[in-house]
């Protein structure tokens, strides 16, 4: 009996001669090393999904080594802290693992960013979690590309459906002062803070907003602390965790001032992506409407050539959707 086992991939060749540009493993359990902020020196384990790919260049391989893409990913990742450097030296690792037929690798890590926030007014802090995903790319010999995305979730207030319920808080007004001429402003306050002077609320829903950034030279490359903060800045109103009741009057308050159409978030978005040290963005947000029994969404992007794309943000949303 022949002792020597078989080795198909590397003892046959393909009946159909092509080169690939994209082979190997995807939602690979991998745990990372992260930093929950800037100023936390502990590194923390985190659990993580991630892919691995090389592009086949033979055209008459049968196939790519699977089993040193899965070696490279379990072995190296967990090692160091996730940061553009170690995620680049791995890239090196699957190039150097398949000298002769790639010319490309491709890695992708999906996690859950977690953070602590603190309440709007009470300073009461609460877990908040960012939904991640970082894509590194690169051809042999040159430098490695970073594709960042992240979701930030916010409270979104409807324009037209609060301009409709001011005109029905009006209307309330004018049916129970408006036949007394002169009111006291005692009598009117008293009024104001019954359930009978509204004459209705604007909704308001949670929302997603993804954020894609390309990223040419890792060493502009944002903490996600950084970034998170940037994009909830612009939008205004980030949802709460633990609140008291003076955090959730003033969160009312800020939907009252902050209202906004899904057009207007992914404008206020782009806007504020412009000002990063990013190479390309592309960004989508999505209402989860409560007045419909459907969503709204609006995406906007820098408008690079060749660039980010609307393939690329809906292959990074659906990591954000996946991640651990």
Sequence with gaps: MNSVMPDVANSTVSQLPR???????????????????SADAQLERTPARTSGF?????????????????RILSAELPQHELTAEHISGI?????ESHAGISHFAEVTVSYTHLTTMPALLSGLESWTEYPVVLRAQKFKGAQTQIDLALRVTYSSTCPCSAALSRQLNQKKFSQMFGAQGKVDAAS?????G????????????RSFGDVVLRFKSPMNLPRIETLASHVENHLGTPVQGAVKREDEQEFARLNARNLMFSED???RLAESLESLPCDDFILNVKHFESLHPYD???S??????????NGDLAAMSQLLDARP
Excluded: F
């Excluded at 359990?29 to 902020?37: D, F, K, Y």
């Excluded at 019954?194 to 829903?205: F, I, K, R, Y």
């Design 19 to 37: 080169c690939l540009q994209r082979v190997g493993l995807s939602r690979v359990a991998v745990p990372i090393l992260m930093r929950r902020n």
């Design 54 to 70: 090389v592009s086949l260049d033979d055209a008459q391989a049968r196939g790519i080594h699977m089993s040193r893409i899965y």
């Design 91 to 95: 890239l090196d690792k699957l190039l």
């Design 188 to 192: 009117i306050l008293e009024w104001m």
């Design 194 to 205: 019954t359930e009978a002077s509204v004459g209705g609320e604007p909704h308001a829903q």
């Design 265 to 267: 978030a992914a404008r």
């Design 296 to 298: 709204v969404e609006a």
């Design 300 to 309: 906007a992007s820098k408008g690079v050539e060749g660039g980010l794309n």
